[in-house]
């Protein structure tokens, strides 16, 4: 069974930025956007994704994600429940740890989140001094609660 285990965290300011390893562009759009289950299609730069994600246990859920041609994604994004997330994501390394940060465009521009998977709820590591608040368990932060309240709605 496939795990993914995240945190989610806003940040204080760009410090990571000369940290930067890559940036994607990411267009995703929710085909199923319910708490119980999300099934979502994704461009990832110039590959499509689709995700099957459970419900979230604590930091924990069950994920399946399968590699699709990019053409069935475009196609598909025009499906999916409106609106489509549009962010950039950025790879940064810090300490030996992977973080993606995401900046947000379109109806969500404005927010800035950093994630980092672990192996385990657990885990140790090293927070930089460019993180700031955790929000892992809002789910206001979760992609598929920002197709139905957006950030830039938000008071």
Not at 54 to 80: C, H, Q, S
């Amino acid at each position: 069974m496939a795990l993914e285990i995240e945190r989610k965290f806003l940040l204080k300011n760009d410090t990571w930025k000369p940290l930067i390893k890559e940036e994607i562009l990411i267009k995703q759009g929710y085909l199923n956007s319910e708490k119980e289950r999300t099934v979502r299609v994704r461009t990832y730069g110039d590959k499509g994704v689709i995700t099957i994600k459970g419900k979230n246990n604590n930091l924990t859920r069950k994920e399946f994600e399968y590699p699709i041609p990019l053409a069935d994604v475009m196609e598909i994004l025009e499906l999916a429940e409106m609106p489509i997330i549009e962010k950039t994501r950025f790879i940064v390394i810090n300490d030996g740890n992977t973080w993606e940060i995401d900046v947000f465009k379109g109806v969500n521009k404005g927010l800035v989140v950093a994630e980092i998977e672990l192996e385990s709820e657990t885990e140790k590591f090293e927070i930089p001094d460019w993180i700031g608040e955790e929000v892992s368990a809002d789910p206001k932060y979760y992609n598929a609660s920002l197709i139905k309240h957006p950030f830039t709605a938000w008071n």
